[in-house]
């Protein structure tokens, strides 16, 4: 059985084993417009895309609950990556 993970960040316990619930990130140029096509396609967000310092981000779960997440780097970091 694969773990779900209810909200960001927690340990969740299936069968007496721990599982991080980190999300798993996956980079994309415009998180909005990722955004917007990842809806219409039916995923469900927690959250719409947030702005944090230099990036913007937004949180979802696959079919099987794990933990999804978009980011666009802002300037500076799309610089330095």
Not at 38 to 53: D, K, Q, W
Not at 55 to 80: K, M, Q, S
């Amino acid at each position: 059985m694969r773990p779900v993970c209810s909200s960001f960040f927690t340990a969740t316990t299936v069968n007496g084993r721990s599982f991080s619930c980190e999300p798993l990130p996956i980079r994309v140029p415009d998180c909005s417009a990722a955004y917007e096509i990842l809806r219409s396609r039916g995923a469900e967000f927690i959250a719409p895309p947030t702005h944090y310092s230099d990036e913007t981000r937004a949180f979802f779960h696959d079919p099987d609950g794990h933990l999804l997440e978009i980011w666009e780097a802002g300037e500076t970091e799309a610089r330095n990556g």
